[in-house]
C-alpha cells in the first residue's frame, strides 16, 4: 500500500504554510495505521490530538482496540464529527468550512488490508478492487495518471512513483498544493510502515523522476501520429 501527500495548507501571493497531513500510527506486530488529510487544518489537529489521547489514556476505544478496519474509519469518523459540532456556533457565522476528509489506510493482525475514505459528516467507503487507489482535496489534475497507470498487480516501487508524478502534476496546474512530499510504504502482512520519506523540490530523488517523466512526456507527443495535413506545413524561417 502507497500513501502520499503534498504539505500545502494555505497559499497565496504573501502567505504560505506548510504543514504535514500524514499521521502514522504503528504498533508493530499487531497493526499499523495511517491517515491523510485534506481540509480545515484546525479540525485535522484536533481530530488527530483526540487520537493520541485515547491511545495514551488506554480509552475503551482507540486505535488500539478497534477489532476492524470499519471500526477505525468509524472512530475516526465520529471524531471528526464531534470536533466540528464543538466549533460550528461561530464558524457558521463566519463562513468558515470545518469540514476535514481523511484516508484510512492500514491493517489488523489475521485480516486484510484496506483502504477507506472518511467524509466529514463521517461516514466512509472503500477503495474499490477494480481501481485500487482513493484521491482527496485536489485531484482532478492528478487523477488522469492514476487512472492509466494503477492496477491491483501495480507494483509498490511503480505505484509510489505514479504518486510522486501524480502530485508533481498536481503542483504544477494548483497552486493549493505545493512541496514538501510525504510518502509512506505499507507491505501486507508486515503490521509496521516500512518506508516512509519526506521529498522536498531540491530533493535529487524527485528531481530525476520529474525530469524523466517531463521528457517522456515530451517524447510521447512527437512519437504520436501526425495528421495528414501536416505534411504540406513548414517550420517558420529563423527571420519571422
Given at each position: 500500500m502507497v500513501l502520499a501527500s503534498d504539505s500545502r495548507t494555505n497559499a497565496g501571493m504573501d502567505h504560505i504554510n506548510t504543514y504535514s497531513k500524514m499521521y502514522a500510527f504503528d504498533m508493530p506486530g499487531a497493526r499499523s495505521f495511517v491517515l491523510l488529510s485534506a481540509g480545515n487544518l484546525a479540525t485535522t489537529?484536533?481530530?488527530?490530538?483526540?487520537?493520541?489521547?485515547?491511545l495514551e489514556q488506554d480509552a475503551p476505544t482507540s486505535l488500539n482496540t478497534v477489532a476492524h478496519l470499519f471500526e477505525a474509519a468509524d472512530y475516526v469518523g465520529n471524531l471528526s464529527c464531534e470536533v466540528q459540532r464543538r466549533h460550528s456556533g461561530g464558524s457558521q457565522r463566519s463562513g468558515v468550512n470545518l469540514e476535514t476528509t481523511f484516508i484510512l489506510g492500514g491493517q489488523i493482525e489475521g485480516q486484510a488490508q484496506e483502504l477507506l475514505l472518511i467524509y466529514p459528516e463521517g461516514n466512509y467507503i472503500a477503495a474499490p478492487p477494480s481501481k485500487p487507489y482513493l484521491q482527496i482535496g485536489?485531484?482532478?489534475?492528478?487523477?488522469?495518471?492514476?487512472?492509466?497507470?494503477?492496477?491491483?498487480?501495480t507494483s509498490l516501487g511503480d505505484a509510489a512513483r505514479c504518486a510522486l508524478v501524480s502530485l508533481d502534476s498536481t503542483m504544477r496546474s494548483n497552486v493549493s498544493?505545493?512541496?514538501p512530499f510525504e510518502l509512506a510504504?505499507?507491505?501486507?502482512?508486515?503490521?509496521?510502515?516500512?518506508?516512509?520519506?519526506?521529498?522536498?523540490?531540491?530533493d535529487p530523488l524527485y528531481i530525476?523522476?520529474?525530469?524523466?517523466w517531463n521528457k517522456v512526456l515530451i517524447d510521447g507527443i512527437n512519437a504520436l501520429?501526425?495528421?495528414?495535413?501536416?505534411?504540406?506545413?513548414?517550420?517558420?524561417?529563423?527571420?519571422?
Open positions: 489537529q484536533a481530530v488527530i490530538n483526540l487520537i493520541e489521547r485515547d485536489e485531484i482532478k489534475y492528478g487523477k488522469p495518471i492514476l487512472d492509466r497507470v494503477v492496477r491491483p498487480e498544493v505545493g512541496a510504504i505499507y507491505e501486507a502482512g508486515t503490521l509496521s510502515l516500512g518506508h516512509r520519506m519526506l521529498l522536498d523540490v531540491d530525476d523522476i520529474q525530469q524523466i501520429p501526425q495528421f495528414d495535413w501536416e505534411a504540406g506545413l513548414q517550420a517558420p524561417s529563423a527571420g519571422g
